[in-house]
Nanobody, 125 residues
Framework: QVPLVESGGGLVQAGGSLRLSCAAS????????VGWFRQAPGKEREFVAA????????YYADSVKGRFTISGDNAKNTVYLQMDSLKPEDTAVYYC??????????????????WGQGTQVTVSS
């Protein structure tokens, strides 16, 4: 388990943007693939986006493709999720995740080794 600290959530109108940050206390993101998940009230936690540094590959859920961008700064041990063209259905608690592999994208909770504490994103219509 690696301590992860998230920030950047908040309230935004539909069509707006937010950027989430996830900082690790130690070198982590260059050793493992990372991802973002979200969980809306009454729903299961779902995959949003993932990245791996071995080939700078990224992978997105269909629901956010073209609107969200995952990126990272290894020097700062920080991963970002830029969210544009937000929709009310994007409202959820967003969680940063560190995977269990350098190669496999953490696209399911079973592939996650560490979680952030979560940050609330609310999109009003």
């Amino acid at each position: 388990q690696v301590p992860l600290v998230e920030s950047g959530g908040g309230l935004v109108q539909a069509g707006g943007s937010l950027r989430l940050s996830c900082a690790a206390s130690e070198r982590t993101f260059s050793d493992y693939a990372v991802g973002w998940f979200r969980q809306a009230p009454g729903k299961e936690r779902e995959f949003v986006a993932a990245a791996r540094w071995i080939d700078t590959g990224t992978y997105y859920a269909d629901s956010v493709k073209g609107r969200f961008t995952i990126s990272g700064d290894n020097a700062k041990n920080t991963v970002y999720l830029q969210m544009d063209s937000l929709k009310p259905e994007d409202t959820a608690v967003y969680y940063c995740a560190v995977g269990t592999s350098k190669i496999l994208f953490p696209v399911s909770t079973s592939r996650v080794g560490s979680w952030g504490q979560g940050t609330q994103v609310t999109v009003s219509s």
